[in-house]
Structure formats: structure tokens, C-alpha cells
């Protein structure tokens, strides 16, 4: 991978993070919906800036994404941006304060070992 596919993989990422902070951010703000507040939770969406914030950063993580794969194979890219699973659930622990158990810290060590093994070359 080259320095500029690897930029475009980062940025598809970091993007992505990003959205998942925002979009968390927005629902916490929401609260828990039920049938009676399910019409009004969704409308709120348009509203609630951490989810628009949200939703425009996965927007520029999927054009990211795109350029990306037109540069590198699926069978490469799909498999590396997992690696965002990682940062996923160090976001919650950080962010939100959210336990990682000791099973999802060795699944998430089997992810970053495949996406070594999966961007290696010789």
C-alpha cells in the first residue's frame, strides 16, 4: 500500500471513528426510544447536531472509502478499515466510559493481527 492509499485508508477510518462518536453522542442526548416516542426520535434526528455531525462524517469516510477502492483491491481495503473495530470500543472506553471485558480485548488483538497478516507484503 502506498503512502497515499494508506492516507485514504486513515482518513476512511478516522472518519468513520468519528461518525460513531457524534452518532453515539446524538443518541445518548435522545434517550432510550419506545413505541410512544419512536415518530418524535426520529424526527428529532434532523435536529440534533451531534447526529448530522455524525452522518457527515461517515459521508466523508464512505467518499474516503471510495477513492480508496479504486486504488487498492477489496480484498485488501475491506478487510484492513476493520481495524476501526478497535478504535471503536477504545472510543467507548475513553469517551463513554464503557468496560472492554477480557474476551473482547483478545477479539479485538485477533483483529488487529488479521489486519496485519491481511496488509503484509513481502
Known amino acids: 500500500m502506498t503512502p497515499q492509499e494508506f492516507g485514504l485508508l486513515l482518513i476512511s477510518i478516522i472518519a468513520n471513528v ?3 462518536f ?10 432510550k426510544v ?3 416516542n419512536l415518530i418524535s426520535h426520529v424526527l428529532s434526528i434532523a435536529t440534533t ?6 452522518l457527515v462524517c461517515y459521508g466523508l469516510g464512505a467518499i474516503a ?3 480508496l477502492l479504486t486504488r487498492v483491491r477489496l480484498s485488501v481495503a ?3 478499515v476493520a481495524i476501526s473495530y478497535v478504535f471503536f470500543a477504545l472510543l467507548g472506553y475513553f469517551a463513554f466510559h464503557e468496560q472492554i471485558p477480557g474476551t473482547r480485548l483478545a ?3 485477533f483483529i488487529v493481527c488479521g489486519v496485519v497478516l491481511v ?3 513481502k
Open 34 to 36: 419506545t413505541g410512544s
Open 65 to 67: 472509502y471510495i477513492l
Open 78 to 80: 475491506g478487510p484492513s
Open 18 to 20: 468519528l461518525g460513531q
Open 49 to 54: 447536531p451531534e447526529l448530522l455531525a455524525g
Open 22 to 31: 457524534f452518532l453515539k453522542a446524538g443518541a445518548l442526548k435522545l434517550g
Open 107 to 109: 477479539g479485538l488483538a
Open 119 to 121: 496488509m503484509w507484503q
